[in-house]
């Protein structure tokens, strides 16, 4: 499965930004699809993630609220809507899948893009 994200840039403190992450190589409606996100100087953390079929998904707490996670398997894209954007939230954000939603939630699935890079300004 090869991922690949879009959609970061420079925003101000209180924007938005949509992600996107299309994949190949794999039937993508059966796989949880993910992200995560790695600041500068830390350790990268899991920011979200949904199920095959979108029945589920999970937030870290740090986004709830702000973050929305969704999926159109017609286009074999996964999507972070992300609001009320704030300077703590700069990271270089990946998209990752594997065929168990655990393992994508632990943050050890075995498929991941190449990044895609937030910055917001205060």
């Known amino acids: 499965v090869q991922l690949q994200a879009s959609g970061g840039g420079l925003v101000q403190a209180g924007g938005s930004l949509r992600l996107s992450c299309v994949a190949a190589?794999?039937?993508?409606?059966?796989?949880?699809m993910g992200w995560f996100r790695q600041a500068p100087g830390k350790e990268r953390e899991f920011v979200a993630v949904?199920?095959?079929?979108?029945?589920?998904?999970m937030y870290a707490n740090s986004v709830k609220g702000r973050f929305t996670i969704s999926r159109d398997d017609a286009k074999n894209t996964v999507y972070l809507q992300m609001n009320s954007l704030q300077p703590e939230d700069t990271a270089l954000y990946y998209c990752?899948?594997?065929?168990?939603?655990?393992?994508?939630?632990?943050?050890?699935?075995?498929?991941w893009g190449q990044g895609t890079l937030v910055t917001v300004s205060s």
């Open positions: 990752a899948t594997d065929l168990n939603l655990m393992w994508v939630r632990a943050g050890t699935p075995r498929y």
């Open positions: 949904i199920s095959a079929g979108a029945s589920s998904t």
């Open positions: 190589g794999g039937t993508f409606s059966s796989y949880p």
